[in-house]
C-alpha cells in the first residue's frame, strides 16, 4: 500500500475486454486499482506516464490520462512523475534544536506586566462617542482581552467625522498611538486582531508597516489571514503601463487580517467557554477566507465595513465567550453587534456619533429579540 498517494475516481462504463486490457497497463504505470459498484477508484503517487501514452487506443487508459494531465502539482524524478511525494515536508536535521538557536520570537518579544486588572462593570456593553486616544486612557492597563478593529485606510472614504486622506506620517503617528494605548489595555497573552488593506496606488505596503510597529513594540505576530473577497477589486480597470514592463499595476483582491499576541501565544480560558466547532476550528485555521463584503453598507451610511462573518470567525478562533472585546474604530459597529451575538462583552469607540447611533441600534434590536425570546 502507499504511504501517501493522490487518488482520482472514473465512472466504470466499460466492458470487459476494455478493463482486462487497461488493468495490466495502470499497474505496470503505478497505480493502485479499486473497484467499488460502479466507480474505479485508483490511488497512486510515482507514475510512469510513458506507459499510459503508449496505451492511449485503450479508451479507460486514454480517460485517465487526461484527467492525470490536468492535476498540476508533480515533479519529474528519472523521468518519472511524481505526484503525493511533491507535498510531503521536507525533512529538516535537528529541527528541534534549530528552532532554540533561532529563539523565534523570543528575540522581539517584550515582557509586559502580566497582572490583570478588572475594568468596572458599567463601562462593559456599551458604545461610546470619543476620540478613541482619550477614551483608551481612560481605561486601567490589562483588562481587555482582545482588539478586534479595522482602522480607517487613509484611502480617501468620506467619513463623517474624520479626514481619510493624511500625510502618511501623520495617518501613522496617529495609528501608533492608538494602537500604543491599545497594547497597553491588552490583558496578559491578549490578542489584537487588525484588519487592513495597503492603499496600493501609493505604494505603501501599510500592512508590513503596521505589523513591524507591533513586532517593535514588543507584541508576538501570531500570524496573517488574507481575506479573499472574491475578486471585489478586480473590476476597475487600471492597468498601468498596458502590455508593457514599464509600470504594471497589480490588482489585488484580498485584504489582510494580522494577529499579534502580548506575552504569550497561548491563550487560558475555561473549556466551557469554547464556541468553536471541530468543523470551523479545521477550515478557519487555513488562513485563506473566502468571504464577500459587506453588502449593506448604504443601509447603514458607512463607506468601509467588513462583513459580519469575519468578525464572527476572529471571535471564534482567538477569544472565549464572555471575553471583553475592544474596537477603538468601532463605525457602523459590526464589531459590537457580533461581540454581543457571540455573547462577549464588548466596548466601541468611534468619534462620530452618527456611527455610534447606528452601532447603539444595532446592537438594541438584538437586545429586543432577546428579551422578547426570554418573556
Not at 495597503?198 to 503596521?210: A, E, K
Not at 508593457?244 to 475555561?270: D, V
Not at 471571535?315 to 471583553?324: A, E, H, P, R
Not at 468611534?350 to 447606528?358: F, L, M, R, V
Amino acid at each position: 500500500m502507499l504511504d501517501a498517494y493522490k487518488e482520482i475516481s472514473i465512472d466504470n462504463v466499460y466492458d470487459i475486454k476494455i478493463l482486462n486490457g487497461a488493468k495490466t497497463v495502470l499497474i505496470s504505470s503505478g497505480f493502485e486499482i479499486e473497484f467499488i459498484d460502479n466507480i474505479i477508484n485508483l490511488k497512486f503517487d510515482i507514475l510512469d506516464l510513458n506507459i499510459l501514452k503508449k496505451h492511449q487506443n485503450n479508451p479507460l487508459v486514454d480517460s485517465i490520462l487526461k484527467k492525470i494531465m490536468r492535476i498540476r502539482s508533480f515533479s519529474i524524478t528519472n523521468g518519472k512523475y511524481v505526484y503525493a511525494s511533491f507535498n510531503k515536508d521536507r525533512k529538516v536535521k535537528n529541527k528541534e534544536f534549530n528552532k532554540k538557536r533561532r529563539l523565534g520570537y523570543e528575540s522581539f518579544k517584550h515582557n509586559f506586566l502580566s497582572n490583570n486588572n478588572e475594568i468596572e462593570k458599567d463601562m462593559l456593553d456599551k458604545i461610546y462617542n470619543d476620540d478613541s486616544l482619550n477614551f483608551l486612557k481612560k481605561l486601567p492597563d490589562n483588562c481587555i482581552d482582545i482588539v478586534v478593529t479595522s482602522p480607517p485606510y487613509n484611502f480617501g472614504i468620506e467619513y463623517n467625522s474624520s479626514d481619510d486622506s493624511e500625510k502618511w506620517n501623520d495617518y501613522f503617528t496617529k495609528l501608533f498611538d492608538i494602537f500604543t494605548e491599545c497594547i497597553r489595555v491588552l490583558k496578559d497573552s491578549g490578542r489584537i486582531v487588525i484588519n487592513i488593506q495597503p492603499l496600493f496606488s501609493d505604494y505603501i505596503p501599510t500592512h508590513h508597516i503596521i505589523s513591524n510597529f507591533f513586532i517593535t513594540s514588543g507584541m508576538i505576530w501570531k500570524g496573517e489571514i488574507i481575506w479573499e473577497k472574491n475578486n471585489y477589486n478586480c473590476k476597475y480597470c487600471t492597468w498601468g503601463s498596458w502590455k508593457s514592463p514599464s509600470s504594471p499595476y497589480l490588482k489585488y483582491s484580498w485584504e489582510y487580517i494580522e494577529i499579534f499576541c502580548k506575552n504569550s501565544l497561548k491563550k487560558i480560558g475555561n473549556k466551557e467557554n469554547i464556541d468553536i466547532s471541530a468543523d470551523e476550528f479545521k477550515s478557519w485555521v487555513y488562513a485563506k477566507w473566502s468571504i464577500a463584503p459587506e453588502k449593506r453598507m448604504k443601509e447603514f451610511g458607512h463607506d468601509a465595513m467588513y462583513p459580519e462573518e469575519v468578525v464572527r470567525r476572529i471571535l471564534k478562533l482567538f477569544s472565549y465567550v464572555g471575553d471583553i472585546v475592544l474596537d477603538p474604530f468601532n463605525g457602523a459597529g459590526t464589531t459590537t453587534k457580533v461581540a454581543q451575538d457571540l455573547d462577549r462583552h464588548f466596548i466601541g469607540v468611534d468619534i462620530d456619533q452618527e456611527y455610534c447611533n447606528i452601532a447603539n441600534s444595532r446592537i438594541r434590536k438584538i437586545s429586543s429579540i432577546l428579551d422578547y425570546i426570554d418573556k
